[in-house]
Every structure is written in structure tokens, then in C-alpha cells.
């Protein structure tokens, strides 16, 4: 199967072309807090190229959903959408939390994972996995002190581009964290191989808001032009 994976999710704007018969073909990365727009489809292109994978020849378009920038987000879902109807491919979404923690799950660690982005006023998005893979806390967005009840699961593998916060304050009565994976942005790698695992029907390319937007639309509306003003 041959998968484009794009993210732009959080601080990266990426893509990358993976075979699932031999792994990935063309990858590249740059970092970036904004300008994906401007971005992307340049990238993209310079990746395709590198593969020497035609559109047509793709078998499936993945795309990180978030949590992460809703900008962002947006950007890199609708890249996604676009080059899957244009070349009449399915078109899939996983998460970012999801992408953090895989690497960390196949290898079957006995330790919890914690994945952790960075919510802003002292609170992020979270989700704690066994070491199996197994669901031990579902996707949230909660203050770090909230994310810290996770000790009770163990000494675990943090990883993120919140996992240093939550290292800082972990409790100190509790067993320290294994490993701590600050990560900017997940592996773009990741989410190809993801990609290529899900099934499209439950796995829709749209963004995965944990909780919403920052910027609230004004209490009055504008009113409309083409209504006479109220007498």
C-alpha cells in the first residue's frame, strides 16, 4: 500500500510517502509555529517528486487531526482532502496523541504512556496507554495537575511536546517517569504507517477538537445588509 501522510498539526509542517511493503520512500520536515499554508503544497510536491509516486498510484491520503493549532489543523486536512478527491483515493485522519504514542506502544513496554500536548493556561491534552496498547486514560484536555493523577499507573514513558511540563511537576511521592520524549511535533512516519492501518469508515479526515476555539464569535451578529433596520 502507498500512503502520503501529511501533518501540520502543531509546530512541523510535513509529508511523507511510505510503501508498507518496504517502508517509507520520501519524507521531509521543517520546522514551523506558522506559514503551513504557504507551506505545505510546496512541500508536498518536493515529496512526491523525491518518491517518484504518482498521485494516481497513492492508495490512501492520512492526515494528523489533532488536538493541535486549529489553523493548523485546517491546513494540513484540507491539503489531505483535496489531493484524495482529485486523485479518487480514500482520505484518513489520526490522531496526534495517537501518532505520539504509537512508536512507544509497538514496542510492547511495560511501562504506561503518557502523551501530552501542550495546552496553554497550564493545561494540556492527554492521553495515558498501557504498555499493551490498552486505554487506561481516554483522550482529554485538563489542567496538568489532572494529568498528573496518571502516576498511580507507574513510572511512565512520556512523550509530547508536553512532556517535560508534566516531568517538571510530577509528584515527587510517586515512582519518576522512565523515559521523557519532548517532541516538537509527532513522527510524520508515524502517521503513514497509522494511516495505512485504520479503517476509513471510523477514521474520518475532519479536526478532533478536544475543546473549542479560542476565538468566540461576537455576541451580536453583523446584521444583515439586505434586511431594512429595525424601525
Known amino acids: 500500500m502507498l500512503i502520503l501522510s501529511i501533518d501540520t498539526a502543531l509546530d512541523a509542517c510535513a509529508a511523507a510517502v511510505l510503501d508498507t ?6 519524507r521531509e520536515s521543517q520546522a514551523m509555529k506558522r506559514g503551513h499554508a504557504e507551506a505545505l503544497m510546496p512541500l508536498i510536491a518536493r515529496v512526491m517528486k523525491a518518491s517518484g509516486v504518482a498521485f494516481a498510484a ?25 489531493i484524495a478527491l482529485a486523485a479518487g483515493k480514500p482520505v484518513v485522519g489520526v490522531t496526534t496523541l495517537t501518532v505520539f504514542a504509537a512508536p512507544i506502544v509497538s514496542e510492547s513496554s511495560e511501562h504506561p504512556v503518557i502523551a501530552a500536548i501542550d495546552a496553554r493556561h497550564d493545561h494540556v491534552y492527554f492521553q495515558v496507554l498501557g504498555g499493551d496498547g490498552s486505554s487506561l486514560v481516554k483522550p482529554k484536555v485538563a489542567p496538568i495537575a489532572e494529568a498528573l493523577d496518571a502516576a498511580r499507573f507507574g513510572a511512565p514513558h512520556l512523550v509530547g511536546n508536553a512532556a517535560k511540563m508534566i516531568a517538571e511537576r510530577w509528584p515527587a511521592d510517586a515512582p519518576p517517569p522512565f523515559k521523557i520524549n519532548q517532541q516538537p511535533a509527532p513522527d510524520i512516519a508515524w502517521v503513514a504507517w497509522l494511516g495505512a ?35
Open 21 to 26: 511493503a518496504g517502508g517509507v520512500i520520501a
Open 58 to 82: 497513492l492508495d490512501r491520503v492520512a492526515a494528523t487531526t489533532g488536538p493541535g493549532s486549529f489553523t493548523g489543523l485546517r491546513v494540513g486536512l484540507s491539503a489531505a482532502r483535496g
Open 197 to 231: 492501518a485504520v479503517n476509513p469508515e471510523n477514521s474520518p479526515a475532519r479536526p478532533y477538537y478536544l475543546r473549542a476555539p479560542d476565538a468566540k464569535p461576537p455576541k451580536s451578529p453583523v446584521p444583515d445588509a439586505s434586511q431594512p433596520p429595525a424601525s
